[in-house]
């Protein structure tokens, strides 16, 4: 079973440019999930989709960050435009529900690594 | 409010031995879950073990078990018979289950380094 894709896995840009990342999750899971981690520091949920409806964005700074999830399949995180701050790494995770069960349910990608100059 | 506490920055162990990776956590829900995971340099979070607030025996994992003191909100993981392979970030994490189901939450992470 494929796992769940992320592209880039490395971005470097300038402060005040626009970046976009792309997540693919396993095929038949219906929730995503961004987060980001910062160097030192655990991930953070950003957003979460329910097939193609947000569930929770309270996190997301929506001022500069985007999020889309078409269809209820691929989704697409955005940042216009990057600060210094925002460099870190973004992860991608999927889950067969909205974790209403018990266990492991989410599953990450390897991640984008974003440098902000 | 939730949180995840990791005390150990960064720990060393000799192959083939045990290590316990701390893990303290804060919460007022009695329905939550504990999780670890491992984060290689690859940067994928791989999904290690899992307990319920109402587990009654710990949860173990092959080589990892975790260990669950409630009273103390302690959840340390355990890895016996350490390998060179096992050098990663570890994060443990929680999720409530309770009236507001949140998302998971996790703590700082520790650094396991094994020696040869």
């Known amino acids: 079973e494929a796992g769940v894709a992320q592209s880039p896995r490395y971005k470097i840009i300038e402060k005040r440019q626009s970046v976009a990342f792309w997540c693919n999750p396993i095929s038949g899971h219906a929730t995503l999930y961004w987060y980001q981690q910062i160097l030192g520091q655990g991930p953070k949920l950003l957003i979460q989709?329910?097939?193609?409806?947000?569930?929770?964005d309270s996190q997301l700074p929506k001022d500069r960050f985007s999020a889309e999830r078409l269809k209820g399949v691929d989704s697409t995180l955005k940042i216009q435009p990057a600060k210094l701050e925002d460099s870190a790494v973004y992860l991608c995770?999927?889950?067969?529900?909205?974790?209403?069960?018990?266990?492991?349910?989410?599953?990450f990608g390897p991640g984008t690594r974003l440098t902000v100059l | 409010a939730q949180k995840i506490t990791q005390t150990q920055p960064g720990m060393f162990v000799q192959e083939k031995e045990a290590v316990t990776l701390d893990c303290t956590y804060d919460t007022s829900d009695q329905s939550y879950g504990l999780f670890w995971y491992k984060q290689p340099s690859s940067g994928e979070m791989i999904f290690l073990i899992y307990q319920g607030s109402y587990d009654e025996q710990n949860a173990t994992e092959g080589r990892y078990s975790l260990n669950f003191q409630k009273a103390r909100k302690s959840a340390n993981l355990v890895i016996s018979a350490s390998q060179l392979g096992d050098s990663a970030m570890y994060f443990c994490?929680?999720?409530?289950?309770?009236?507001?189901?949140?998302?998971?939450?996790f703590g700082k992470g520790t650094k396991l380094s094994v020696k040869p």
């Open positions: 989709f329910q097939n193609n409806g947000v569930v929770d």
């Open positions: 995770a999927s889950s067969l529900g909205p974790m209403g069960g018990r266990g492991p349910e989410q599953f």
């Open positions: 994490a929680m999720r409530n289950y309770g009236g507001s189901q949140g998302n998971l939450i």
